[in-house]
C-alpha cells in the first residue's frame, strides 16, 4: 500500500466510544500539543483491547507529527507475561474478555411500555461471519420469557393424524436428527423507519435478525409418526407453553418442507430466552412463526385466523386492507460497518462489511455503492453461502475525506432486487409495520461521522 488513501484508517466504533466528539472536535481545529497527545495516549491505552490499541497508539503519535518513540506495549513486558494466568475452568461456562462487555443485546428505549413485551436487538455492528452467539440473539417475547424443566416439557400433535401423540424431550432427542444454519428475522425488523429515519445505530434499524445452527427432527419426521392425513390436512396450527399462548398457522408445505422441531442452537441446547427445551424453526419465514416454549402441533384443513396473525402480523396497505398471512422473509441485505453512530478517524482504506440473507434460498449477489445509489460495485460473499442464512459480504473502500451515502442492494437466486424505499413505497405505501426490506442507506460526514439517512 502507498499513499496516504491507502493506508488502513481507524474507526471509532459506536456505541462503544472512547474518544469524545468535543475532543476529536478540538484537535480538528487546534491540532495536537502536548497535552492532547497525552490525553490521547491514555484514551488508547485504555481503548487497546477493543480496538487494537498498540497500532492506534502508535498512529497517534505518527498522526501527532512525534515519530515514532517506541512502544511501551512493546518494549515493556505487561504482567500477563510475567505471571501465572487463571487456572483451567475458572468459569465452567466461557464468557466473553471483559474488555467486550459493551457487546450486548440492547433494548431500544421508550420501544414499549413493558419489559416483558419488547424487543432487544441484537448487535449487528460488532458480529463477524455469519453466526450470531447465542448469549447476542435478540429476543422478542409476547409476554416474557420462561425457563422450562425440560422434565415436565410434553410436546402434541393432534388434528387430522391417525395417531395423536405426546412426546417427552427424551423422546424426541432419540429420534433423528439435522442440524442447519438459518438466519431469523423478525417481520418488524425496521419496522421504525418505514415513515422516515428513526433510529441511529444498525443495531436497532436491522437488530431483530440472528443466525443459528440449530438441531432437532425434522417436522416432517413427527408428522409422518403421528400418521398425517395427507388428504385432507391443508395447514398447521402451532402453539407456544407461554403464558402468550402464542399460535401461528403454517402452511402444510412449508411445514412438510424444511421445518424443523429444534432443541439445539449453535451446539448445545437453545437457550430459554430462545425457547429452551423446544422451538420450531421455519426457514425463511417471519420469526413470529417460529413458535417458542413450543408444546403443540395441530394439523387442520384451513387457517386459524388465531390473535397474531389478525389484530397483528398483517400488513396496512396504501388501499386501506389489510394483508395476512404473510410469511416469507423476502430478499434484505445492510452494511453493518461503517455504520450509524461510527466514526471514520481517518481517509483511507476501510472493509466494509455488512450481511445479506433472503427467505427463498441463496443470495447470489450484493452491490455496495458509496454514492447513494449512483453507480454500484459488486461485494464479495464469503462462504459459506448458504440457503435462508445470512450471508456475509465486505468490499473495501478508500475514504476521501468527502461525504459519501453508503448502502448495500442484495440480489437472491430467484431474481428479487431487494428495493429502494421510493419503489417500496409505491407498492406499500408507508402505514405498514412489517416487511421493510428498503435499502439501508448511511451516510459518512465530512467529520467522518456515520449516521443513519434515507434516500430515495
Ligand atoms: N413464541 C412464543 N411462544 N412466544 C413469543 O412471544 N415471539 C415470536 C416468536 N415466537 C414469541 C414466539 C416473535 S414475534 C419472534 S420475532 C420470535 O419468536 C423471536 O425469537 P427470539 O426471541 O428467539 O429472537
Redesign the pocket.
Known amino acids: 500500500m502507498s499513499g496516504e488513501q491507502d493506508r488502513p484508517g481507524r474507526l471509532r466504533r459506536a456505541p462503544e466510544s472512547f474518544l469524545t466528539g468535543d475532543f476529536l472536535q478540538e484537535v480538528k481545529e487546534e491540532g495536537f500539543n502536548e497535552q492532547r497527545r497525552n490525553w490521547m495516549r491514555k484514551a488508547f491505552a485504555v481503548a487497546a483491547a477493543g480496538v487494537a490499541g498498540t497500532g492506534l497508539a502508535r498512529a497517534a503519535e505518527q498522526a501527532a507529527g512525534g515519530g515514532f518513540v517506541g512502544d511501551p506495549n512493546i518494549l515493556e513486558l505487561p504482567p500477563w507475561s510475567t505471571s501465572l494466568g487463571k487456572p483451567v475452568a475458572a468459569r465452567g461456562y466461557g464468557m466473553p474478555s471483559e474488555y467486550e462487555m459493551n457487546l450486548m443485546r440492547r433494548e431500544s428505549p421508550g420501544l414499549a411500555s413493558v419489559k416483558q413485551a419488547s424487543v432487544a436487538f441484537t448487535p449487528l455492528q460488532g458480529l463477524f461471519g455469519i453466526i450470531t452467539p447465542s448469549g447476542l ?7 416474557g420469557w420462561v425457563d422450562i424443566d425440560p422434565s415436565r416439557h410434553r410436546f402434541m400433535i393432534n388434528g387430522l393424524v391417525k395417531n395423536p401423540k405426546v412426546y417427552t424431550m427424551d423422546d424426541l432427542m432419540r429420534m433423528p436428527s439435522v442440524s442447519r444454519i438459518h438466519f ?1 428475522e ?1 417481520g418488524a425488523n425496521t419496522a421504525m423507519e418505514w415513515g422516515n429515519v428513526a433510529v441511529p445505530t444498525v443495531q436497532y434499524t436491522h437488530g ?1 435478525l ?1 443466525c443459528s445452527e440449530y438441531t432437532g427432527v425434522p417436522l416432517k419426521v413427527l408428522l409422518d409418526d403421528c400418521g398425517i392425513d395427507m388428504k385432507k390436512a391443508k395447514y398447521l396450527l402451532a402453539e ?1 407453553a ?1 403464558g ?1 399462548s ?1 399460535t401461528r398457522t403454517i402452511s402444510l408445505e412449508r411445514g412438510l418442507d424444511d421445518a424443523i422441531v429444534a432443541y439445539g442452537m449453535n451446539g448445545e441446547m437453545m437457550r430459554p ?3 429452551y427445551p423446544l422451538r420450531l424453526v421455519v426457514p425463511g419465514v417471519q ?2 412463526s ?4 413450543l408444546r403443540r402441533i395441530e394439523v387442520g384443513d384451513k387457517r386459524y385466523g388465531a390473535k397474531d396473525e389478525t389484530s397483528g402480523y398483517a400488513d396496512l396497505m396504501p388501499d386501506g386492507t389489510m394483508r395476512e398471512y404473510t410469511s416469507i422473509q423476502e430478499a434484505k441485505s445492510v452494511i453493518t460497518s461503517p455504520s450509524g453512530g461510527q466514526t471514520l478517524l481517518d481517509k483511507g482504506y476501510y472493509n466494509v462489511t455488512g450481511l445479506a440473507w433472503s427467505g427463498r434460498g441463496k443470495v447470489k449477489r450484493v452491490d455496495v455503492s458509496f454514492d447513494g445509489g449512483n453507480n454500484w460495485q459488486t461485494a464479495r460473499l464469503e462462504t459459506p453461502i448458504l440457503s435462508k442464512a445470512l450471508t456475509r459480504f465486505n468490499i473495501g473502500w478508500k475514504w476521501d475525506g468527502q461525504p459519501a451515502i453508503l448502502q448495500s442492494r442484495v440480489i437472491d437466486e430467484t431474481g428479487f432486487v431487494q428495493p429502494t424505499y421510493s419503489q417500496l413505497r409505491a407498492v406499500r405505501g408507508s402505514g405498514s409495520v412489517y416487511h421493510n426490506n428498503a435499502i439501508q442507506s448511511w451516510k459518512v460526514a465530512e467529520s467522518g461521522e456515520v449516521s443513519n439517512v434515507q434516500v430515495s
Open positions: 440473539h435478540f429476543e422478542r417475547h409476547h409476554q431469523i423478525c431483530m440472528s407456544g407461554d402468550s402464542l430466552e430462545n425457547g420469526g413470529v417460529w413458535v417458542k416454549w
